[in-house]
């Protein structure tokens, strides 16, 4: 999962990571949840899996006081009476390449969906070093290993002849030393710092970490494309039905034709400000009536697909990732139902 959507690329306020187990314990099968609910936990032990990986993390909130007869806390007893481990991947996955949102874009038919909105998280820092001469083989090898996975693709490094910056002030020959620099994410430099440091033993590595305005263009929050051809509002939120498989959804705007259209998986009314000018439609969950207000007033079309059908699709989403990543462990996906109905 950190090859994937690394904790560091979570909102500073999130909870990630590990939220429920002992690091040392074995995984001897996975449940994918959306959240982690007594449903989830039941379908965990049936499947005989021992760690439940979710989008949504539990527990949130800090449990203040332990009573089993509070729900949260009856639930957390079960799974650590049950020998159940929780791990969660939130605002991590939500931005990363390959994440919800670029899961939800493709459910929809959305082509070549790229980030919708920058963030933070996204940002570069240029890493130097100076690397001997006789460990550059291993330092390629293992910036290569830890650099596995699509939030590398616009990393990039190189190595130079090094002299003419010596901070040890070594007189070794200038071709025995190499100039090691890298541009990553900022999240990813300690990983890539690391994996330069393991494969000079004995040597101190130092690095000089410079912060970039440049921010890396596949991590962002949303992602927006654009349909093969122009359809009308209407339908395309019918397909959206279809293709969630939720059994209500609502739109603001009037029927009209749309093309480029944006997403946001769970939460998105608070980002209709932000949504781009040229964007036709966001689909997203979790909109309030000012918000849908204010989407009308701009001209921007909305569809309210709900948190649950924007959302629920990253339980396949990571069981996938898994079951092509650790062969042979079990991972069993579970759908939870959505709390809303219609009537
Ligand atoms: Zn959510």
Not at 213 to 227: E, H, I, N, R
Request: net charge negative; hydrophobic share 45%; aromatic share 6%.
């Amino acid at each position: 999962m950190e090859a994937w959507a690394p904790e560091a690329l979570a909102y500073s306020w999130d909870r990630v990571g590990l939220r429920i187990g002992d690091p040392d314990d074995t995984v001897g099968g996975v449940l994918t949840a959306l959240s982690v609910t007594r449903g989830a936990m039941f379908a965990a032990g049936e499947a005989g899996a021992n760690l439940i990986v979710s989008h949504h993390p539990f527990p949130f909130a800090p449990l203040e006081t332990v009573n089993p007869k509070e729900p949260d806390t009856q639930l957390c007893l079960g799974l650590v009476q049950g020998g159940m481990s929780c791990y969660a991947a939130h605002t991590n996955l939500d931005v990363a390449p390959g994440g919800v949102n670029h899961i939800l874009a493709a459910q929809l038919g959305i082509e070549d969906a790229a980030p919708l909105l920058p963030v933070e998280q996204a940002a570069q820092v240029k890493l130097s070093t100076l690397v001997p001469g006789e460990h550059l083989a291993e330092v390629c090898a293992n910036v290569r290993e830890a650099a596995r996975g699509a939030l590398w693709e616009n990393a990039h490094w190189r190595f130079t002849p090094a002299g003419l910056i010596d901070p040890g002030g070594a007189t070794e020959p200038e071709s025995a030393r190499q100039r090691f620099e890298a541009v990553v994410l900022e999240a990813m430099a300690p990983r890539v710092a690391a994996a330069v440091r393991e494969a000079c033993p004995g040597d101190t590595v130092r690095f000089e970490v410079q912060p970039l305005k440049s921010q890396d263009p596949g991590v962002g929050l949303g992602a927006v494309g654009d349909l093969a051809k122009p359809v009308k509002l209407d339908a395309f939120a019918q397909h959206v039905r279809e293709q969630l498989g939720i059994a209500h959804a609502r739109v603001v705007g009037e029927d009209r034709k749309v093309q480029r259209v944006a997403v946001i998986g769970g939460s998105g009314g608070g980002e209709i400000e932000h949504i781009p000018e040229d964007v036709d439609l966001l689909v997203t969950g979790d909109v309030k009536y000012h918000q849908a207000q204010f989407a009308e007033d701009r001209g921007l079309a909305v569809m309210d697909a709900g948190h649950y059908g924007t959302e629920i699709g990253i339980a396949e989403g990571i069981a996938a990732y898994l079951k092509r990543e650790l062969d042979g462990l079990p991972v069993t996906a579970y759908t939870e139902s959505d709390p809303f109905r219609p009537v």
